[in-house]
Every structure is written in C-alpha cells, then in structure tokens.
C-alpha cells in the first residue's frame, strides 16, 4: 500500500498549486520539467519551489485533503506553510515540509 501525500508548490510569479502523489520527489522533478507530465497549469511558471508537503493515511485523505486546501483563501495556504495552520482531519499543525499522519 503506497503512502499518499499532498503537496502545495509555488511559481515564480508567487501562486500556489496544491496537489497530491505518491512521491514527493518525483512529482516535484515532473512539475519543474514540464511537459508532458508536469501539471498544464505550472508550465512555464518557474522557477518553481516546493514550499509544504505532508503524508496522509491513504489516497482518499488525500484528495480530501487537497480539495479542502483549494477552497482555503490565500492567507489559510501561507499559514499552513508557515506551520501556523493546522491541516483538517490532523491532531497537530503539520510544519512545512513534515511527513504527517493520522
């Protein structure tokens, strides 16, 4: 059983993609590469910097997790990666870059 994460990264140009994998690394190296399977709407936009990342419990989490941060204002996304901001579903803050889990 793979180990799931989300991830929030930031363009050049200062907005915030978040998204999920199963590496952290690779999707990352994919996303500053570019095409084709980088994500459509960072290509172009770099240099790009992984700025917070946590593990989940599984890929429904996960996706949860992700859409839960989309929907969040742009002050929430900059809290949670300054650890001032707790992720839903999580006993504790989760600090950039942690590996967090249920």
């Not at 989940?56 to 990666?81: D, F, G, N, V, Y």
């Amino acid at each position: 059983m793979s180990r799931w994460y989300v991830y929030l990264v930031r363009t050049a140009g200062g907005a915030l993609y978040t998204g999920i994998t199963t590496d952290v690394d690779r999707r990352f190296a994919e996303h500053q590469a570019g095409a084709p399977k980088g994500a459509r709407s960072l290509r172009g936009k770099g240099p790009l910097t992984l700025e917070f990342h946590a593990a989940t419990a599984s890929r429904a989490m996960a996706s949860r997790l992700e859409w839960a941060i989309k929907q969040w204002p742009r002050e929430q996304k900059e809290a949670l990666i300054r650890g001032e901001r707790e992720l839903p579903g999580f006993a504790g803050r989760a600090p950039p870059g942690a590996d967090a889990s249920d």
